[in-house]
């Protein structure tokens, strides 16, 4: 079974940036969609990030123009570049990929101070 391993989340000042990675511990395959979510507690996962095989994305409102997700197939990893980071932004940050089969990661931790 592949599992995902997010990296890359901290604490940083607002405007700043961080980027997340998310490796899988196998394939992903070209039809898999993959992409990213958050959470904060007592609210509902938000999806926010997809991105596809061939590099096409599709952002929720919160986040486009500020967050850019990109995808290395070579590598079977995914990426989250965050920049123009708020206070609301401050959240646990989850991969997923779905289709031949469905993953998540377990999440990083990503706190925006004002």
């Known amino acids: 079974q592949v599992q995902l391993v997010e990296s890359g989340g901290g604490l940083v000042q607002e405007g700043g940036s961080l980027r997340l990675s998310c490796v899988a511990s196998?394939?992903?395959?070209?039809?898999?969609?993959a992409g990213w979510f958050r959470q904060t507690p007592g609210k509902q996962r938000e999806w926010i990030a997809s991105?596809?095989?061939?590099?096409?994305?599709t952002y929720s409102d919160s986040v486009k123009g500020r967050f850019t997700a990109s995808r290395d197939n070579a590598k079977n990893t995914i990426y989250l570049q965050m920049t123009g980071l708020l206070p609301d932004d401050t959240a646990v940050y989850y991969c997923?990929?779905?289709?031949?089969?469905?993953?998540w990661g377990q999440g990083t931790q990503v706190t925006v101070s004002s």
């Open positions: 196998g394939i992903i395959p070209s039809g898999n969609g």
């Open positions: 991105v596809t095989s061939r590099g096409s994305t």
């Open positions: 997923r990929t779905w289709g031949d089969f469905d993953a």
